[in-house]
């Protein structure tokens, strides 16, 4: 896919859900607004999200991490279409499975929503140290608010675990965390100093 539309419809088309527009509007100015150079992706899917963060400024440095190894190298090849192998580092793992070295402007969470919480607390130590984490979809299309809507066990289960991460963010002591009702929920969690 060379285009971000390809890109976009295959991912319609086939059930990988990628950003919103509005979620992916709103990192991208966050991106612009703080400067972020560096950035740590969880969970790449096909590649548009890191794309688009690429896309922004030459300068900008980005590792992304898929266990799906389909969507991985689908993910490899989009970017090479797009010429940003100079920018993007994939990785095809479970990030729960490895190390990572660098320190990062902005951590993308956007993987196994069950394990927000691990991936917060497995990854912080790679921020730098005005770092900010990013979370998507923390509103579950709204089953988040009206959980007694949700019939499903299953996705009882997971709507739990999202606002138990919510939950895990309002009390946290080393990260000021703020909600924003944008794409499919964000949430921006800043180090305190
Ligand atoms: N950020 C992408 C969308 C990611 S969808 C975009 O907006 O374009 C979530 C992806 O996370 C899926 O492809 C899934 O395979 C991957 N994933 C889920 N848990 C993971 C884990 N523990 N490690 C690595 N990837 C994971
Ligand atoms: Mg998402």
Known sequence: MGSLEEI???AKENNIPIIQKQGIEFIENYIKENNVKAILEIGSAIG?????????????????????????????????????TNQIDIILNDALDIEVNGKYDLIFIDAAKAQYIKFFEKFKS?????????????????LCENIEMV???????LVK???????FL???????TKFYKTGDGIAISKKIK
């Open 8 to 10: 976009e419809n295959y």
């Open 48 to 84: 548009y999200s890191a794309i688009k963060m690429a896309l922004i400024d030459n300068k900008i440095k980005i590792t992304t991490i898929e266990r799906d190894v389909e969507r991985y190298n689908m993910a490899v090849n989009n970017i090479k279409n797009f010429n940003l």
């Open 126 to 142: 790679n921020l730098n140290d005005d770092g900010t984490i990013i979370t998507d979809n923390l509103d579950f299309h709204g």
């Open 151 to 157: 019939k499903s066990r299953n996705l009882k289960a």
């Open 161 to 167: 675990k999202i606002n138990k991460y919510r939950e």
């Open 170 to 176: 309002v009390e946290n002591k080393e990260f000021n």
